[in-house]
């Protein structure tokens, strides 16, 4: 019989209150609680890792004992810095000891690190860091052992690789190890909560739920994402991963269409452009979707004949929210928020923003509200203002100062800087290594519902200048 995927029997076991704990208790965190784990997050990674070559070349050979010498200590890097070890991707190496051999093996983070101790029944209580979201799960037994689950002796070999779009050809390779898209995953299924949540403590979500998923196919960072997730919450892909990674987009679009006309649709995850290019087949001119005669049977039939009636009743064209009542429409890309109001006019739904990268994956959610976002606990995240960006753009070689998230202020535009945890990127020390997209981020005010205790950001677009530029972001 096959095992039950690793989240998945918490929703067979759990109360809606142990589940909204497990995956949604980050948004319940005071501030105080937020940068204090921070900061004894980041303090554990320089210790597990100041002895592997590479971040022994980022940090100059010293291990800062405290936040604030971690922060003057380590430099703001780019991919240039890393290329030499990841570069290659999978066909490259991570062996010979380069990022270290066994730096999180053998349960440094194992029991007592994150576990039932140090953020147990202490300073931050039961709760959030209790026996949920870092206690006797993500961090607890055995999660960074030895072999191919953890790092330990299996340091050479990531969980898997993806690559971000490139440019002119160049894709920027990332490896991930299982410890990290553990928690990538659980981050996930919070994603899928938060965006069906009609309030805190709302639980929706059900494995087997029904998802159409319009997003670039593996190796690229949100269809790995989405392959992997299923291994950890297990849902039904419109059209099935394996199946649909071999067709052409409009093949692939096509069979996926149908099937969510039989079968239903619950959750959509998709760059925003394409949906709404999607949703203007279903009215004006391009309304020209080609169905094949084997769907149209009388469940099928009965489903479109219903969607034209509702679209002549309100004198328009068919249009997507007349065939699915969605639980959830889930959009990637700087465009959503311009085009937020004829998404939600066609396809029935408020899109649910997640900003994500191929370094990290999932970077920033929304609360149930949908405004704003909030940043996991994935990084020691900090900031560079306005002027200080614009200085580092035109001299790379400047080391601008940066602040924390108790510091922003509100109304003012930052760019994003992160140094990763949760052995995000490489084995062994736990770098970002990217290339993203630049993004302004203004702060909201703390109380604003949906945002419990942190500071929330929203992602304006379009970008600056209207291009992309390098986002610098700090690394092991």
């Known amino acids: 019989m096959k095992p039950m995927a690793p989240e998945a029997k918490f929703f067979q076991n759990s109360s809606d209150t142990d589940l909204w704990q497990r995956y949604c208790g980050f948004m319940d965190l005071s501030m105080d609680a937020y940068m204090e784990i921070r900061g004894y997050m980041s303090l554990e990674q320089v210790k597990l890792v100041a002895g592997a070559p590479l971040a022994s070349k980022i940090m100059g050979g010293s291990q800062p004992d405290s936040v604030k010498m971690f922060r003057s200590v380590v430099p703001i ?51 959030a860091l209790g026996n949920g979201a870092l206690g006797n799960g993500a961090l607890g037994n055995g999660s960074s052992g030895s072999g191919p689950a953890g790092i330990g002796e299996s340091c050479e070999t990531p969980y898997f690789w993806c690559h971000s779009a490139g440019r002119g050809g160049n894709v920027k390779w990332i490896p991930y190890t299982q410890r990290a898209f553990d928690r990538i995953a659980k981050y996930g299924v919070a994603v899928a909560i938060l965006s069906a949540a009609e309030k805190r403590g709302d639980i929706s979500p059900e494995p087997g739920d029904k998802v159409l998923v319009k997003l670039a196919p593996r190796p690229y960072a949100s269809g790995t994402f989405m392959a992997h997730l299923m291994e950890y919450f297990p849902y039904h892909s419109l059209p099935p991963l394996d199946d649909a990674e071999s067709m052409e987009f409009g093949e692939r679009t096509k069979l996926a269409f149908e099937q969510g006309l039989s079968q239903g649709i619950d959750y959509i995850f998709s760059v925003s452009t394409v949906l709404a290019k999607i949703a203007e087949k279903f009215s004006g001119e391009e309304h020209n979707f080609k169905l094949s005669s084997a769907i149209l049977q009388s469940k099928v039939f009965r489903r479109l004949a219903w969607a034209w009636l509702r679209g002549k009743r309100g004198r328009r064209q068919m249009m997507p929210r007349d065939l699915w009542s969605l639980k959830v429409l889930v959009t990637l890309g700087v465009d959503t928020p311009a085009l937020e109001e004829k998404l939600a006019a066609m396809w029935g739904k408020v899109p649910y923003q997640v900003y994500g990268t191929t370094e990290m994956m999932i970077s920033g959610v929304q609360g149930w509200n949908k405004k704003g976002m909030t940043l996991p606990d994935m990084a020691f995240w900090e900031f560079i203002p306005d002027d200080p960006w614009e200085r580092l753009r035109d001299d790379p070689t400047f080391q601008p100062a940066t602040i924390l998230m108790d510091e922003l202020e509100v109304g003012q535009q930052y760019e994003l800087v992160y140094r990763h945890f949760h052995d995000l990127a490489t084995p062994g020390y736990l770098p970002g290594v990217a290339h993203p997209r630049a993004v302004a981020v203004q702060q909201q005010r703390q109380e604003h519902p949906g945002t419990v205790g942190l500071k929330a950001l929203t992602y304006p677009a379009p970008l600056k200048d209207g291009a992309e530029v390098q986002l610098a972001h700090n690394l092991f």
Do not use: R
């Open 77 to 127: 890097t780019t991919y240039d810095d890393y290329a030499d070890f990841i570069g290659a991707g999978p066909d490259g190496a991570l062996g010979n000891g380069a990022l270290g051999n066994g730096a999180l093996g053998n349960g440094a983070l194992g029991n007592g690190a994150l576990g039932n101790g140090a953020l147990g029944n202490g300073a931050l209580g039961n709760g």
